[in-house]
């Protein structure tokens, strides 16, 4: 299995739900990622996890929250999120070497998220 | 300035051309330089991933990687309608981190 798999494809939600985007792996990548990609912008990194442990936060906002219950399983906990949010989510998965990104990444198709 | 800068496009051409697209960066402790193809409405793929400075080819793409000009290059020959797509480049610093930064993403259209 060389894929990294994210549900649901697409997700509309309000501002005051809670919701969560779920990612998997099977490769026995021990790192995983969140990025964050607007329309016609690069990803931008959210979330670095490392063997199950939160490596690298970049400033993001608390009604964001990450969860790694096992190697292969990685959530993305969604509340009282804005407008502005929307946007597609992408997970990634690689090995971990000295350099941190192994052979690069592997990316999911993401979560396409519309916040209303 | 960016630490990484990649002209967005939009580049059209002609089936059967060879392109040329291209990134530069400030930060010299880059080490690992990679190309992913995005396709709309779906993750980046990962086509080309360099250690170093050097050339890489597989199959019709070709990645080139010129520290000492902080400047990187992919190739792509026959280029075909399929190739169209959004192309970024990223790179990695060799610090133990897991800190990937993209380029902007260079749109390329293939006309048939």
């Known amino acids: 299995d060389t894929e990294v798999t994210q549900t649901p494809k697409h997700l509309v939600m309000g501002m005051t739900n809670k919701k969560s985007l779920k990612c998997e792996q099977h490769?026995?990548?021990?790192?995983m990622y969140w990025y964050k990609q607007k329309a016609k912008k690069p990803p931008e990194l959210m979330f670095v996890?490392?063997?199950?442990?939160?490596?690298i936060n970049e400033s993001v906002p608390s009604r964001f929250s990450p969860e790694c219950p096992n190697s292969s399983l990685l959530n993305l906990h969604l509340h009282a999120l804005q407008p502005e949010d929307s946007a597609l989510y992408l997970c990634?998965?690689?090995?971990?070497?000295?350099?941190?990104?192994?052979?690069?990444?592997?990316f999911g198709s993401g979560t396409r998220l519309t916040v209303v | 300035q960016k630490e990484v800068e990649q002209d967005p496009g939009p580049l059209s051409v002609p089936e059967g051309a060879i392109v040329s697209l291209n990134c530069t960066y400030s930060?010299?402790?880059?080490?690992?330089f990679m190309w992913y193809r995005q396709y709309s409405r779906k993750g980046p793929e990962l086509l080309m991933y360099?250690?170093?400075?050097g050339n890489k080819e597989d199959g019709r793409f070709t990645a080139q990687v010129d520290k000492s000009s902080k400047y990187i290059s992919l190739f792509i020959r026959d280029s075909q309608p399929s190739d169209s797509a959004t192309y970024l480049c990223?790179?990695?610093?060799?610090?133990?981190?897991?800190?990937?930064?993209f380029g902007a993403g260079t749109r390329l259209f293939v006309k048939a």
């Open positions: 930060n010299s402790a880059f080490q690992y």
């Open positions: 990634a998965s690689s090995q971990v070497v000295s350099s941190g990104a192994g052979d690069g990444y592997t």
């Open positions: 990223a790179m990695t610093l060799n610090t133990g981190g897991f800190k990937t930064i």
């Open positions: 996890y490392s063997y199950e442990k939160l490596s």
């Open positions: 490769m026995g990548h021990r790192a």
């Open positions: 360099t250690y170093s400075s």
